[in-house]
């Protein structure tokens, strides 16, 4: 093969290959922003109450050593942040059972409300288009009165 051939297949190579458009950057809190338009938040009495009427999964994506330290939320299933997405896509051979429709009610729960909107937002990437995330976090949650164990 002669090495115009081989640069005219690499060409082709290249050429069929998109390049992902650039985005202009922004920070966090513009970020934030964005993510939280494409959804509504819930507080923590609410929250509470569709979980309490079977309405909602709550999932508590804080650090152990947070956990830990300020205990847990009785019912919510705990999911490492960086694990969400595999163990709550309905279509995903690592799924927790109880991710079993797009349909599905989520409240993501981390510290005090920011990771978790971004959590939020993937999961609505996912197709879980009722995901949403606590407002205040655990630490509204806490501050409400509601439920926590050690």
């Known amino acids: 093969m002669s090495d115009a051939t081989e640069v005219s297949k690499a060409t082709q190579v290249s050429d ?16 934030l922003q964005r ?3 494409g959804y509504v938040r819930i507080e923590a009495r609410e929250a509470y109450d569709a979980a309490q009427l079977g309405e909602a999964l709550l999932v508590d994506i804080r650090y152990a050593s947070l956990r830990e330290r300020d205990g847990l939320i ?11 997405e595999w163990r709550l896509d309905p279509q995903g051979s690592h799924r927790v059972p109880e991710a079993e429709s797009h349909d599905l009610r989520v409240v993501v729960i981390c510290n005090e409300g920011y990771a978790s909107s971004l959590a939020a937002a993937s999961l609505h990437q996912l197709g879980l288009h009722r995901a949403t995330d606590l407002v205040g976090g655990f630490q ?3 501050a409400a009165g509601l439920p926590v164990t050690s």
């Open 35 to 37: 993510v939280r338009a």
């Open 16 to 31: 069929a290959i998109e390049e992902p458009e650039v985005q202009v950057p922004v920070g966090i809190d513009e970020l």
């Open 140 to 142: 509204a949650w806490k």
């Open 74 to 84: 009785p019912g919510a299933l705990v999911i490492e942040r960086n694990e969400l």
